[in-house]
């Protein structure tokens, strides 16, 4: 079963920086794609940041600018780094990662890392 690990959440002040980490059980370039979600309780999860396993990049509106999707091969890690942080970052992110079956996608997540920014 894979597994994916996301760390580096915690509590930061608007304007501050993080860099999420997802460590995965698996070789990367196995999956079709990967990237980073958002979800406040009670509410959908949202795309922050998705990078195929050619390297492309594609990132939420809201983020824009502030955020970037990076892969580490050699670790088989993806992070986010986060900058320029706003109150309404505060969400649980999640990694997600897409492997193409012979008929299907299937996905995997991690356990989610929470971030709260304070004003």
């Known amino acids: 079963q894979v597994q994916l690990v996301e760390s580096g959440g915690g509590l930061v002040q608007a304007g501050g920086s993080l860099r999420l980490s997802c460590a995965v059980s698996?070789?990367?370039?196995?999956?079709?794609?990967m990237g980073w979600y958002r979800q406040a309780p009670g509410k959908q999860r949202d795309l922050v940041a998705v990078?195929?396993?050619?390297?492309?990049?594609n990132y939420a509106d809201s983020v824009k600018g502030r955020v970037a999707i990076s892969r580490d091969n050699a670790k088989n890690t993806v992070y986010l780094q986060m900058n320029s942080l706003k109150s309404e970052d505060t969400f649980v992110y999640y990694c997600?990662?897409?492997?193409?079956?012979?008929?299907?996608?299937?996905?995997?997540w991690g356990q989610g890392t929470q971030v709260t920014v304070s004003s």
């Open positions: 997600n990662a897409v492997r193409q079956g012979p008929n299907r996608e299937y996905n995997f």
């Open positions: 698996e070789n990367i370039f196995s999956f079709k794609r």
């Open positions: 990078i195929t396993s050619g390297g492309s990049t």
